[in-house]
């Protein structure tokens, strides 16, 4: 990510990115509340490689998901793998993911979250043999919620700053 043409707003977007995925709720809020935790970096790495799949590394992307690892304290490369193959899908599609409507990439987005959520659910359980239950589903669900949002907040500010 090149800091030149605003690639400090690329970086800055996945730190805050970071910073919400670890974020912590209040000792007074329901524990329950956590489940509805959006998989952020997923969604910002998601807008980044389809407007411009040219400024997302590979390499760099890997990088945030072993950051991502040490983080969240899971196997080191799974959140890694996973951020990769949601940044090569877009890459692979990001011409026809541009033609789509916003909530015809909601429905995308959601399935990629969903996939990664199992993914990682599967990861974890094999090496610690914990059982999962439906809550698995509701952080694609709300990660699906918040892209529209997410999506026209992000593409106002590479407009307005002029990311290129």
Do not use: K
Request: net charge positive; hydrophobic share 60%.
């Amino acid at each position: 990510m090149n800091p030149g043409n605003g690639g400090w707003v690329i970086g800055l977007s996945l730190l805050a990115a970071l910073v919400l995925g670890v974020f912590h709720l209040p000792e007074w809020a329901p524990a329950w509340l956590g489940w509805l935790r959006p998989n952020w970096l997923l969604l910002v790495l998601f807008f980044w490689a389809i407007e411009l799949p040219h400024r997302v590394g590979l390499i760099a992307v890997w990088i945030l998901g072993l950051l991502v690892d040490v983080l969240y304290a899971e196997p080191l490369g799974l959140n890694g793998f996973v951020l990769a193959s949601v940044t090569y899908v877009a890459w692979r599609f990001f011409e026809r993911l541009r033609m789509y409507s916003v909530l015809q990439q909601a429905l995308l987005v959601f399935v990629l979250a969903l996939s990664a959520e199992f993914l990682r659910v599967f990861a974890i359980g094999l090496a610690s043999e914990r059982a999962w239950g439906w809550s698995v589903l509701t952080s694609p669900l709300v990660t699906m919620c918040l892209w529209p949002f997410l999506f026209l907040l992000l593409l106002r500010i590479r407009t307005g700053i002029r990311v290129e």
